[in-house]
């Protein structure tokens, strides 16, 4: 068997949606954190565009080119052997048509990436299932979407009157009629997160949406402690003296046993 035969599937995380089995997802960026990850048994490595703050020290996303992104997919595809990969779409790189967003995705799957990641809600859906009927699984983001922050006016959270908790329903649902296969809820009060998930068309993966979703995802840098600014639904796992790799087996456990996020890390 090859190493990517072995790898975690789009269908097996599916699967263990299904099975009631916590998803346990960390952002990645290079080869040996996407090593130690992967021993320490996380499910889905996540390039993600926060890459650009993390590591570029930008204030946001959006300086962030579609280049940097193949580069790190690339990297991390060559240090992981069990997790998925998938891989943000940066800023620019699939707003504008179905052939942009097909011609730059099909780069990041060849750089590596078993799935795309695009932020954005039942505008994309045509978008969604353009990349879907060429063989490129998709997932999607709700909920407070990075690469809007100077629409929304900051990083705060979402969903959290009626009307826009109405409309999150309706582009989860638009979304997973066009055919995401997996959904990040970004910064949505639980509750909420709870409901979309328990409609169980796509598995669901919270950061700040409680613990109701089907997994979780924390940028690596928040939860070992190294970004400075970390947000509230942050919890640091690098603490009583842990290494790295312990860090991320706590990390894990704590996904798949349900006590992480706890009530302080969400809305
Ligand atoms: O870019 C990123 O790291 C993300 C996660 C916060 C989900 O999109």
Redesign the pocket.
């Known amino acids: 068997m090859t190493a990517a035969a072995s790898r975690r599937t789009v269908p097996a995380l599916a699967a263990m949606a299904h099975a009631g089995e916590k998803i346990a997802m960390l952002?990645c960026y290079d080869a040996s954190f996407a090593a130690v990850l992967d021993r320490a048994g996380v499910d889905a490595l996540?390039i993600?565009?926060?890459l650009g703050m993390v590591i570029g020290g930008h204030a946001s996303?959006l300086p962030v080119t579609l280049d940097e992104m193949i580069y790190h997919t690339r990297c991390v595809a060559a240090g992981a052997r069990q997790a998925l990969v998938l891989a943000?779409m940066s800023f620019g790189s699939y707003q504008a048509s179905r052939e942009q967003a097909y011609a730059n995705a099909a780069r990041l799957m060849a750089a590596g990436a078993q799935m795309v990641?695009l932020e954005g809600g039942a505008w994309l859906a045509p978008t969604v299932e353009f990349l879907v009927a060429r063989g490129i699984p998709v997932c999607g983001?709700l909920g407070l979407q990075?690469q809007s922050v100077h629409r929304v006016g900051g990083y705060k959270a979402q969903g959290k009157t009626e009307a826009s908790a109405r409309v999150l329903r309706e582009d989860a649902q638009a979304l997973a009629m066009a055919g995401i296969e997996l959904l990040?809820l970004?910064m949505v009060p639980a509750a909420l997160a709870a409901e979309v998930t328990a409609q169980g068309t796509v598995p669901t993966i919270g950061?700040g949406a409680g613990p109701g979703c089907s997994g979780q995802?924390l940028?690596l840098y928040d939860m070992l402690g190294i970004y400075p600014k970390p947000a509230r639904f942050v919890r640091n796992f690098m603490t009583d003296g842990k290494t790295i790799e312990a860090a991320i087996g706590a990390y894990v456990t704590a996904v798949k046993d349900g006590s992480f996020p706890g009530p302080e890390h969400y809305f």
């Open positions: 952002t996540l993600g565009d926060s996303t943000d990641k983001h990075p990040v970004e950061i995802v940028v």
